[in-house]
């Protein structure tokens, strides 16, 4: 018999204690919106202005603004994204609790994230890059092996990241999430920090769906047929 991998791998240090500043990325179509939807409904605060069909942090997300801005590190434009992020990232580490956010793009800037709040970790999810390509492609009209090329450098961004820990990082896999979703939620509330409830745990299991796509799951139709 072969033993039953999980689907999440600490990598670097061991977390220790409640988690105060979570960043969640991979790619776009990843496992980013299950993942955060999972860490909402254990118990951690991933923002007061919350866009529900994908779990991200509008206040974040707008400060951050276009994506562009972070291709390359070293010019102004990267600087000036991080700048704008500041203040929003520390008002929030200031009220203080077990809080995250979810930026599929997070690995463009997750390093320079972590010194910006008092007990920083990284959860990086993982999929299969050809099934969020052609998610992506499907989507947006991007061109198939243009949205695999950027998935690829994003997971190899966030692998970059992963070999060089800057503080506890979490692996996960979105397949194997969809698999055992009873032992990611307990895997990923132990790495956060939290103790949920019988009901959230039961209801973050509920949430893990392979048709659930990245919409609201108070949206009419929900669960979408085709969403993987």
């Known amino acids: 018999m072969y033993e039953r991998t999980d689907p999440l791998a600490v990598i670097g240090p061991e977390p220790d204690g409640p988690a105060r500043g979570i960043l969640v990325f991979g790619a776009p179509r990843g496992g980013t919106s299950m993942t955060a939807g999972v860490m909402r409904i254990i118990g951690v605060d991933m923002g007061a202005g919350q866009n529900d069909a994908n779990n991200e942090d509008l206040d974040i997300q707008e400060a951050r603004g276009r994506v562009q801005r972070l291709a390359d590190p070293a010019s102004s434009d990267y600087a000036a994204a991080l700048a704008d992020m500041r203040p929003v990232i520390e008002r929030r580490a200031r009220a203080g609790g077990v809080w995250g956010w979810k930026d599929p793009h997070g690995a463009l800037y997750a390093r320079d994230a972590v010194s910006l709040v008092p007990a920083a970790r990284l ?106």
């Open 123 to 228: 959860v990086v999810v993982v999929r299969d890059p050809a099934a969020s390509a052609m998610r992506t492609s499907m989507l947006t009209d991007t061109p198939l092996t243009n949205a695999l090329a950027d998935v690829l450098r994003l997971l190899t961004r966030a692998s970059a990241i992963l070999a060089a820990p800057p503080c506890p990082m979490a692996l996960v896999s979105y397949e194997k999430s969809l698999v055992r979703p009873e032992r990611f939620v307990e895997q990923i509330a132990a790495f956060c920090g939290v103790e949920p409830t019988e009901e959230q745990i039961a209801e973050a299991e509920a949430f893990i769906s392979p048709e659930r796509g990245h919409g609201a799951t108070k949206q009419a139709g929900w669960p979408r047929q085709g969403a993987l």
